[in-house]
């Protein structure tokens, strides 16, 4: 498509650039005034429309996508866990055991520290624990990414904090790992 084709299909746009005043949805490509996300109706001309600049605050009021969210938090959750592929040990059993319950590591060094509080880590069998392990890294991504859903600001903050708990989780779980 030509560049002036663009510009035109884009100044046709009646919503471009506004964000819902409720959930702050971006609103970009709508043809009605209401929200397709929480149907909200809204007066499109008491809506400012964000400058052009993203330091203007504005872009980081929109929310940001699920996909852009989902592929953010687990980029800054598991990276840190990646210290099971590059650590100089053997390719061995206990080794790929590790690998094996990657997908849980984020929660390792936090459900280790709730069983021991409560004394009763030997009650529970290794693949129970796993299971444990599994069930609150569920819960962690979940809450991490409906936080980080919110807002690009959100998700910025989210994902800062979830990297930093997951740089001493990691480094505790090489720890477990060693011992």
């Known amino acids: 498509m ?26 970009t490509g709508t043809t009605e005034p209401r929200c397709p996300e929480c149907g909200e109706t809204f007066d499109p001309a008491k809506l400012r429309p964000p400058k052009s600049s993203w330091r203007s605050g504005s872009w ?11 592929s953010s938090v ?8 990646t210290w099971i592929f590059w650590i ?5 059993g206990y080794r790929m055991f590790w690998v094996k319950i990657f997908p849980t590591l984020p929660s390792v060094v936090p459900t280790m ?9 030997s009650a529970f069998s290794d ?14 991504m979940s809450a991490c990414a409906l936080l980080g859903r919110r807002s690009r600001r959100w998700l910025l903050a989210v994902c800062i904090v979830m990297f930093v708990l997951q740089i001493f989780n990691g480094l505790g779980s090489y720890a477990i790992f060693r011992a």
């Open 2 to 27: 030509p560049e002036n084709k663009k510009i035109a299909a884009a100044a046709d746009l009646p919503f471009i650039g506004l964000c819902c005043p409720k959930c702050e949805y971006n609103l």
């Open 60 to 70: 980081w009021r929109c929310r940001p996508s699920w996909w852009v969210t989902l």
């Open 74 to 81: 687990l980029l800054a959750v598991y990276l840190p866990n």
């Open 88 to 92: 100089d040990y053997g390719w061995g």
């Open 113 to 121: 520290w709730c069983l021991h509080l409560r004394g009763d880590r």
């Open 127 to 140: 693949s129970e624990i796993v299971m444990i392990f599994g069930v609150a890294t569920i819960i962690l």
